[in-house]
């Protein structure tokens, strides 16, 4: 079956520019999670949402950063007045089970490369 | 929350050699340590991945150990092949918390 599928795989974004990036999850998948992966290191955790509910929003880095899913399925996740630090790799990852839950497996996306100029 | 270290960074093996992967977690509560290959420009797979109430699972030329009591897990791959070069990513999943929390990459390169 399909698996889970970001768009744009590339964007490049001028400084203060707002962004917005999409992540579909495997169908009837209750967990979804966005990590951000900077060049040369893992990725690390930004946001979790079982189904529609945001229910751990501790990594996102600041205020310019959102997180949706408002239907529990497709999801997005915006930047507003990017900076060159934003610049990384942004991965969506979906679970079939909700999270906390001992080995859930978290199937990743290809991810958005985001490079802000 | 959880700390995860994974070493070494880079490793070459040549091709039919083994390659071991080690990472520690600080957090007793984690139960759960998948292991992800990433390919350049391509998205982290899970090769293998390990419960905490098992000390060793094995998949072919791949196996996992688990040291719960030293808070360590190894990544042993047997007769490497060049297909096995990427960057592998331990990670580990406490049972209160939703994330997995990463280690930083080992970057594996099987010379033929």
């Known amino acids: 079956g399909a698996g889970v599928s970001q768009s744009p795989r590339y964007k490049v974004a001028k400084r203060g520019q707002d962004v917005a990036l999409r992540c579909d999850p495997i169908?009837?998948?209750?967990?979804l999670f966005w990590y951000q992966q900077a060049l040369g290191q893992g990725p690390e955790f930004l946001t979790y949402?079982?189904?529609?509910?945001?229910?751990?929003k501790s990594g996102l880095p600041s205020d310019r950063f959102f997180a949706e899913r408002p239907e529990g399925s497709v999801s997005t996740l915006k930047i507003q007045r990017t900076q060159q630090e934003d610049s990384a790799v942004y991965l969506c990852?979906?679970?079939?089970?909700?999270?906390?839950?001992?080995?859930?497996?978290?199937?990743f996306g290809p991810g958005t490369r985001l490079t802000v100029l | 929350g959880e700390n995860v270290e994974q070493h070494p960074s880079t490793l070459s093996v040549q091709e039919g050699d083994s390659a071991v992967i080690k990472c520690t977690y600080s957090?007793?509560?984690?139960?759960?340590f998948p292991w992800y290959k990433q390919e350049l420009g391509k998205r982290p797979q899970l090769i293998i991945d390990?419960?905490?109430?098992?000390g060793e699972k094995k998949d072919q030329r791949i196996a996992v150990t688990l040291n719960k009591t030293a808070k360590h897990f190894s990544l042993h791959i047997t007769e490497t092949q060049p297909e096995d070069s990427a960057v592998y990513f331990c990670?580990?999943?406490?049972?209160?918390?939703?994330?997995?929390?990463f280690g930083t990459g080992t970057s594996l390169t099987v010379i033929p």
């Open positions: 990852a979906s679970g079939k089970l909700a999270g906390g839950y001992r080995g859930n497996e978290q199937f």
């Open positions: 169908s009837g998948h209750v967990s």
């Open positions: 949402f079982q189904n529609e509910a945001q229910l751990d």
């Open positions: 957090d007793s509560a984690s139960n759960y």
């Open positions: 390990i419960r905490s109430n098992v």
């Open positions: 990670a580990a999943n406490p049972i209160t918390g939703n994330q997995f929390y």
